[in-house]
């Protein structure tokens, strides 16, 4: 299986900072990379598809990159709805397998 | 617009059974691949199964291969999840999960609220 490790496990940030979400997984995946948000209680939302195309309806502010193995979610300007949990998740291959979650808190 | 909702989760002791349903609505759900994607207490996300458009195709995790089953009604636009030999470990919300392809891609774009499954004696 591929495994996906994310970093860091949890951050504190205050509104209007910029957070840097980073994904590595454990062998290459070209850009086959879903990033993910989720608050207490809900379901997870798609949030960015193929390593950096943003799904419709999703605030410019978040944007992803990278390709092979290393992989960013940035959010440029955080927004008191942006504190929730947020995981990478590779589409490669049949076994999809998540990061283990960065949790982003209120500083 | 789009809707997935879960039934059929509660309390089973280990090794007894349960089926969960996912009822879908607002889109063509005979076009999508769909997944059951589970989430224990406190814990991350971890895929569980995933069955095709058609239903010709089916995935399941090791974890859950051999015990679960998954298919879909077309014509009733229901997803199942036949989950038998449940273990302790087993205990999470299942979530029903939109692919965003037919074949099944791996882009989960809409979710269901999720169904809680409880093993334990």
């Known amino acids: 299986d591929i495994q996906m490790t994310q970093s860091p496990s949890s951050l504190s940030a205050s509104v209007g900072d910029r957070v840097t979400i980073t994904c590595r997984a454990s062998?290459?995946?070209?850009?086959?990379l879903n990033w993910y948000q989720q608050k207490p209680g809900k379901a997870p939302k798609l949030l960015i598809y193929a390593a950096s195309s943003l799904q419709s309806g999703v605030p410019s502010r978040f944007s992803g990159s990278g390709s092979g193995t290393d992989f960013t979610l940035t959010i440029s300007s955080l927004q008191p709805e942006d504190f929730a949990t947020y995981y990478c998740q590779q589409s490669y291959n049949t076994l999809w397998t998540f990061g283990q979650g960065t949790k982003v808190e209120i500083k | 617009e789009v809707q997935l909702v879960e039934s059929g989760g509660g309390l089973v002791q280990p090794g007894g059974s349960l089926r969960l349903s996912c009822a879908a609505s607002g889109f063509t759900f005979s076009g999508y691949a769909v997944s059951w994607v589970r989430q224990a207490p406190g814990k991350g996300l971890e895929w569980v199964s995933a069955i095709s458009a058609s239903g010709g195709s089916t995935y399941y995790a090791d974890s859950v291969k051999g015990r679960f089953t998954i298919s879909r009604d077309n014509s009733k636009n229901t997803l199942h999840l036949q989950m038998n030999s449940l273990r302790a470990e087993d205990t999470a919300v299942y979530y029903c999960a939109k692919d965003s392809e037919g074949y099944g891609s791996g882009t989960f774009d809409y979710w269901g609220q999720g169904t809680l499954v409880t093993v334990s004696s």
């Open positions: 062998q290459t995946i070209s850009n086959y």
